[in-house]
């Protein structure tokens, strides 16, 4: 990526404390967003994203397997990001194992809830078949095809549009059939249920570039920040999940005000999210 | 198992000497010099290209051409079984290579010396012809990028089943062990830059079954040709000519 000059990062920060940015938006306004659903015919939902440039996809793949003895009801949820190289040189090879890492772990803490299975962004017990003995296992996996900035609010939202998109395959066990070993699980019936995504959080990240913060931030406004406040908020307007990122130290009461205005803003963005979400279904079905 | 029924229909209700449905778009990558997405059928690869730019490692750097590198990536969630390792195992090594050697074969490198000019290839979705697919999407990607070139390379595979020829083989069809055959040509120019089988096959069908996948390569240059002009066509009436 080529370096900015010294004029260009003045305009960049003059820009945002006059709430006028680069591209024409105020501080607190998002890119178009588009959602595309049912984008990977293999697997059983999925979503691709754009917000401007930044380009993600999210699918979810499920697989049988037996539940975790804690929990026996409920399936497992895993959740992985990995960057394309196709977004950019430094995503070669093992590049992108870092960046990776780290969206990984933020979208695990917003999306998968405590070791007890509380708190998280939809109930896996919608997943169990069979207690204690058969469950459904997802795998989240999202990819980041084009980066420019603002990538943890498109891949939360790309996953919340994937498992909208997913179907679950109804199975049935045939009764009285011995789960010690491997089941025969008839899965011919055509049928297959939703997942409730209605409690599934939005990510909001604020990036406080000088002295005021701004959402949806393009990657040279990002070269430019302080630090970044990420929240994921759901349609009740609580927090479930908080990261800091950027060196510089922030005051406390500059964070409540920050999670204050992201919750806020959330409420937008949740709007045309579910909009966007049912017209893309709406779409598929169409197909 | 039968491939082809006895009416000459084939699993995916094609004819033998059919195609999949193609489908490009160009410009998809912003940030990149050039990207395409290529779809044949269910098969969905995103291509994009970066460069000529500075050689990032000196000592790779060619004093009389530029330097082509290629890397081939599928995600965990392209294929029917969730895949452990995305990078870096054998099969995408190998690909990656073959990419490169076919495209590094038709841009004119000489050109851009001392410089680097990078290919990723991203699957999205695999059912067959992933090889083929990544060819016409880093062909679509250069031309995007407004690299020069030899010419276009286009690419097809076909294999051999209950004694039919057929077209374009989807993954179903190729893991029924039978031969496949993939090639790369330079359709104007009318040579093969690509040609890779596994399998047994008599020379006889053989010589067929080639002629057959160069047919569906010269199929997939049309279509390549009219996606691009109808590119050109776009740019011209954005910059109000």
């Known amino acids: 990526m080529v370096g900015l000059s010294a004029g260009e990062k003045h305009f960049i ?8 940015r ?26 691709k994203v754009k917000m401007g440039a930044t380009e993600v996809i999210a699918s979810v793949k499920l697989d049988l397997a037996r539940p975790n003895p804690s929990q026996p009801g409920k399936g497992k949820v895993s959740l992985f990001v990995s960057c394309s190289a196709t977004a950019g040189p430094m995503f070669e090879g093992r590049g992108s194992e870092e960046l990776s890492a780290e969206l990984s772990v933020a979208l695990q803490r917003c999306l998968l809830g405590g070791k007890s299975g509380a708190g998280a962004a939809f109930d896996p017990s919608c997943l169990s078949i069979v207690d204690g003995k058969l469950c459904w296992d997802a795998y989240i996996d999202g990819l980041v095809v084009s980066a420019d900035g603002n990538l943890l609010d498109a891949l ?66 990002e070269s430019q ?7 994921s908020i759901n349609k009740e307007r609580r927090i479930c999940g908080l990261t800091k990122r950027g060196g510089a ?21 949740m709007n045309k999210l579910d909009s966007e979400i049912a017209a893309a279904e709406a779409d598929e079905q169409d197909t | 198992m039968e491939y082809v029924n006895p009416e000459g229909i084939r699993e995916d209700g094609r004819r033998p000497l059919e195609m999949r449905h193609l489908h490009a ?13 290529f779809e044949m059928g269910n098969t969905k690869v995103i291509a994009a290209v970066y460069g000529p730019r500075e050689v990032q490692n000196r000592s790779q750097q060619l004093n009389d051409q530029a330097l082509v590198r290629c890397e081939y990536t599928m995600p965990n969630f392209s294929t029917g079984d969730r895949m452990r390792k995305p990078k870096g195992d054998r099969r995408s090594t190998e690909i990656s290579l073959v990419i490169r050697q076919t495209m590094e074969a038709c841009i004119l490198t000489h050109l851009m010396p001392r410089s680097q000019i990078d290919i990723f290839v991203q699957v999205l979705s695999a059912d067959g012809g992933t090889r083929s697919a990544c060819i016409n999407a880093a062909t679509l990607a250069l031309a995007d990028a407004g690299i020069p070139m030899r010419d276009l390379v286009t690419s097809c595979s076909a294999g051999y089943l209950n004694s ?34 596994d399998a047994r096959l008599p020379i006889d069908i053989f010589e067929n079954v080639v002629q057959l996948a160069t047919e569906g390569c010269k199929a997939v240059a049309n279509y390549i040709h009219e996606v691009l002009l109808e590119n050109t066509k776009q740019l011209e009436y954005r910059r109000g000519l």
């Open chain 1, 13 to 20: 920060q003059g820009g945002i404390a006059q709430d006028l």
């Open chain 1, 225 to 231: 920040m302080s630090s970044a406040v990420s929240v």
């Open chain 1, 156 to 221: 939360g939202a790309a996953i919340k549009a994937a498992l909208t998109n997913t179907r679950v395959p109804v199975a049935n066990v045939p009764a009285g059939a011995s789960l010690d070993e491997d089941p025969d699980v008839d899965l011919s019936s055509q049928e297959t249920t939703r997942i409730d995504t209605s409690g599934v959080p939005v990510i909001v990240t604020l990036t406080k570039v000088g002295r005021h913060y701004i959402v949806d931030a393009t990657s040279e406004e």
């Open chain 2, 164 to 197: 039919t020829p057929l077209l374009d083989l989807s993954y179903f069809e190729d893991s029924a062990g039978g031969p496949d055959v993939t090639v790369g040509i330079l359709p104007k120019l009318d040579k093969v830059t690509l040609l890779q089988m």
């Open chain 1, 249 to 269: 130290g922030l005051d406390p009461s500059i964070i409540l005000d920050m999670i204050s205005v992201a919750s806020h803003v959330s409420e937008q963005l």
């Open chain 2, 25 to 37: 778009e160009i410009g998809t990558v912003a940030r990149a010099d050039g990207s395409a997405v």
């Open chain 1, 22 to 47: 680069a591209d024409g938006r105020k501080r607190l306004n998002y890119r178009p967003i588009y959602v595309e659903t049912g984008v990977i015919p293999q697997a059983d939902g999925s979503a």
